[in-house]
């Protein structure tokens, strides 16, 4: 099936410096990735929808300035959290429709976030 | 707005049956989803269900759909030890075209 390689699986940054991660589908083109946050013992949060070559859809709340989203290439979504600060340490996730697929989506292992 | 409910905790003995359910709001759904999700880990899908079907049987899994009163449940026979994670339910929202998680139910699973 289908693969979302995610990278860094963990990643602990000090405040105020910025963090990439980076989600690439391996066999197939998506031209459409989510970004999730999730919060221990919580639900997945979407936090954005990132289309390949435009700008992305942020949900309500969801800071753009400090959650940077690109989606350059159909095989490659970055976020990048900008100015980290402890608040935003948490779990991320991202996901791609595939296009043509029964089941719809496949997702990325996961970025532990630690802003110490 | 689209919400989707499940309960939090279930527990039962190695070899039982267990019976995760979930409802949902939004009627346009139209695919509903199960993952599963191990400790640190991301989301691995168990299975899926098409809204216009009432049951799908995949090994161990069975999931229920009842999509007059928006229900849906996942069925795990005969639960082993390895099963113990938290199970989210998802729906498909035609109005959105988001994916909408409900909250996880953490599955634990007693020898």
């Known amino acids: 099936g289908a693969v979302v390689s995610q990278h860094p699986s963990r990643v602990i940054c000090k405040s105020g410096t910025s963090v990439k991660i980076e989600c690439r589908s391996l066999d197939f083109q998506a031209t459409t990735m989510f970004w999730y946050r999730q919060f221990p013992k919580q639900s997945l949060m979407l936090m954005a929808t990132s289309n390949e070559g435009s700008k992305a859809t942020y949900e309500q709340g969801v800071e753009k300035d400090k959650f940077l989203i690109n989606h350059a290439s159909l095989t490659l979504s970055t976020l990048t959290v900008t100015s980290a600060h402890p608040e935003d340490s948490s779990f991320y996730i991202c996901s791609a429709r595939v296009q043509g697929a029964s089941y719809g989506y496949t997702f990325g292992s996961g970025t532990r976030l630690t802003v110490v | 707005g689209e919400d989707v409910e499940q309960s939090l905790f279930l527990s039962v003995r190695e070899g039982d049956s267990s019976v995760i359910n979930c409802t949902y709001t939004?009627?346009?759904?139209?695919?509903l989803y199960w993952y599963k999700q191990e400790p640190g880990a991301g989301l691995q899908l168990l299975t899926y269900?098409?809204?216009?079907?009432d049951m799908k049987q995949d090994q161990r899994l069975t999931v229920l759909l009842n999509k007059k009163d928006k229900h849906l449940s996942l069925r795990i026979a005969d639960t082993q030890t390895g099963d113990s994670a938290i199970y989210f339910c998802a729906e498909f929202s035609g109005n959105t075209g988001k994916l909408i998680f409900g909250q996880g139910t953490t599955l634990q699973v007693k020898p």
């Open positions: 939004d009627s346009s759904s139209t695919y």
């Open positions: 269900i098409f809204s216009n079907m």
